[in-house]
């Protein structure tokens, strides 16, 4: 299973970002998919995940109301739009793959090789 992740970039404070996972060689039904961020010396902190069936969502401490994870099962493709964004939020996010919807990074089977996002004016 193969997750590709893009969308990332530079965005100014107070900003938009769409971040994609496309998943490919799975069946994209069978997972739950969640997306990671993380800065250099601090551990992978956990974003947002959505069900197989994109009927729940969880997300990370106030994240909600900014950050919107859904998934389009037909395209193989998860998404996270990203809102109202801080230089707090700078970060490589990674989107991961799992059996279950999960909140710890140790329970996602496949990740996908990050994408950068910078906060910046």
């Known amino acids: 299973v193969q997750l590709q992740a893009s969308g990332g970039g530079l965005v100014r404070p107070g900003g938009s970002l769409r971040l994609s996972c496309t998943v490919s060689?799975?069946?994209?039904?069978?997972?739950?998919m969640g997306w990671f961020r993380q800065t250099p010396g601090k551990e992978r902190e956990f974003v947002a995940a959505?069900?197989?069936?994109?009927?729940?969502?969880y997300y990370g401490d106030a994240l909600r109301g900014r950050f919107s994870i859904s998934r389009d099962n037909p395209k193989n493709t998860a998404y996270l739009q990203m809102n109202t964004l801080n230089p707090e939020d700078t970060a490589v996010y990674y989107c991961a793959a799992a059996s279950y919807m999960g909140t710890a990074a140790g329970g996602y089977d496949y990740w996908g090789q990050g994408t950068l996002v910078t906060v910046s004016s």
């Open positions: 959505i069900t197989w069936s994109g009927g729940t969502t």
């Open positions: 060689g799975g069946t994209f039904n069978n997972y739950a």
